[in-house]
């Protein structure tokens, strides 16, 4: 560093006088040198790091703008719609938006139109523009606004709940974590708030069988693609439904709600990160001979926050990554460690 920094500092006419400099001019301009290289790192040590945390109070200014709005705005006719639209945080006060004709996904929207928008944060609102409008985000309400300036309507901040969120196991089932304890997980670990943390096995094994399961995403809005709060939950170690920060997105086989490598879920029913999710699963396991062959693939039905995802999917092969190959074994319910914090509450399973 120091051989980069005379190099930079002394011209080639500096060079030719070297000798007629002090030995406290050269320390001067080597200390120089250095103190500029400390200011440096010291700028790079004092930049504002990655926000990766399951708690609201440490989210800062952008999550209180990031979720889901509805409400009813006119429309290029001026006729009265409703309108769906999901904010979505992208850090350093950046946004991506998306508004749903109809209403919001699972709720409403047509499944065909919907309209992406980008947006900024600005003190305590944030401004979204699109090409076919804008809309400015304050006190949990949108106004919308034409590309003329005109107002549109006004959208309401919503928090939808799933219908099975807190759903109680029926008799018979085999209760796998209701927060008290973790023994019936390999190397199950509970965190300060009850909760079981990522990257754990179920003891029991099963073939045929309902699950239900209550999830919460890290909020990580720097992230981006399976970077951000990446997690699975796999049916016998071999069949994955993904779990993915995939709110506001396309919805596809490797975000949330897809049977991971097999399909896109029906509908991209992710909420905001650190909302509390359910997955409930019905799944059929696969069925093999004597000889050990495969005579039938394995099928499921995935409901995502209440809304069904798959309807009897045929799953033809062990999805990525799963531990456990195909088998005519029972298997566990396994949760991914995919590098990223995520919690799951309220885990039991019905066998079939």
Known sequence: QQDKCRSARYSSSESAHMTSISFSQLIRKLGLCVLTLVIVRDGFAQESQPIV??????????????????????????????????????????????AYVGGLPGAGWNKVEAHDAKGKREGEKVTLTSDHGAGVISDGKVVVVSSSGETLGTLNKVIRKSETLGAKPPEGAKVLFDGSSADQFKDGQIDDEGFLSQGTTSLATFQSFRLHLEFQ???????????????????????????????????EHNECGGIYSVKKPDVNMCFPPLSWQTYDVDFTTAKFGADGKKTANARMSVRHNGVLIHDNVEVD???TASPLKEGPTPGPVYLQNHGNPVRYRNIWVVEK
């Not at 945390?53 to 006729?79: C, H, I, M, W």
């Not at 890290?218 to 693609?225: L, V």
């Not at 951000?228 to 071999?238: A, F, V």
């Open 53 to 98: 945390t399951l708690s609201e109070k440490e989210a800062g200014p952008d999550f209180a703008f990031q979720g889901e709005y509805r409400g009813k705005v006119l429309n290029g006719e001026g006729e009265e719609i409703e309108l769906g639209l999901q904010v979505i945080a992208q850090g350093q006060g950046e946004f991506t938006a998306k």
């Open 217 to 251: 995403l890290s909020f990580m809005p720097e992230a981006r693609g399976q970077g951000r709060s990446n997690s699975g939950c796999y049916m016998q170690g071999r069949y994955e439904v993904q779990m993915l920060d995939s709110f506001g997105l396309s919805g």
């Open 317 to 319: 092969h062990a999805t």
